[in-house]
Each structure stands twice: as C-alpha cells, then as structure tokens.
C-alpha cells in the first residue's frame, strides 16, 4: 500500500521560503511521477509542480516556475519542494502526489498525501 507524508508547512511572512518534504513508501517508486498539487480555501486542487523520479526531469505551473523549485532524493523516495518569495496567495494545503503517468489534473492522480497547511502572513 503507497503511502505519502508530507512535512515542512507552517507559517511564513510574505518573502519568506519554505521547504517541504515528502516521504513515499510502500513500493518502489523509480518508475513514478512525483510532485505537487495545492489547494487554497473554496477553490479546486491545482497542479504545482512534478518530478519523474527515474531521469529527474521536472514540471511546473507557469506562474510559479521561477520561485519553485522540485527535486527527489532517489535513496530516500522522498520529493522536495522549495518555495522562496512567498505571498499570500500561495497559502493553502499542499498535497504530495504519486502517478506513473505525467497528470496536471488532480482529478487523474492516484495516491495522495494527506496535505500539509502553509499559510503566507502579509
């Protein structure tokens, strides 16, 4: 059974950066796209950004590719992601993902984190 835990949200000023991890289990992973989605209060589940963990190459929303920054530690089956120049409207729940096919749909992924809250203060 997949299971993926999220850490690293919290609160931060507007500028500020923050790092989160996510932690998969349950089977091997090498052959999955991996990443993010977030979701801020009344509004749908959008995709942040992915990783494929075999080759490390990446994806990104458009708006959010130059403050963001996805990687993967391959020993660990985990994904990071890293997110500097913070601003209010990125505060929401941030939900780590798991498919083997490339998904910018929410509705299309198959394993999900529980989601981890970041809020971003003014």
């Known amino acids: 059974q997949v299971h993926l835990v999220e850490s690293g949200g919290g609160t931060v000023q507007a500028g500020g950066s923050v790092r989160l991890s996510c932690a998969a289990s349950?089977?091997?992973?090498?052959?999955?796209?991996m990443g993010w989605f977030r979701q801020a209060p009344g509004e749908e589940r959008e995709f942040v950004a992915s990783?494929?963990?075999?080759?490390?190459?990446?994806e990104y929303a458009n708006s959010l590719k130059d403050r963001f920054a996805i990687s993967r530690d391959n020993a660990k089956d985990t994904v990071y992601l890293q997110m500097n120049s913070l601003k209010p409207e990125d505060t929401g729940v941030y939900y780590c993902?798991?498919?083997?096919?490339?998904?910018?749909?929410?509705?299309?992924?198959?394993?999900w984190g529980q989601g981890t809250q970041v809020t971003v203060s003014s």
């Open positions: 990783i494929k963990m075999r080759d490390s190459s990446t």
């Open positions: 349950g089977r091997t992973f090498n052959n999955y796209f």
């Open positions: 993902f798991a498919d083997l096919n490339r998904v910018l749909v929410a509705t299309l992924v198959d394993y």
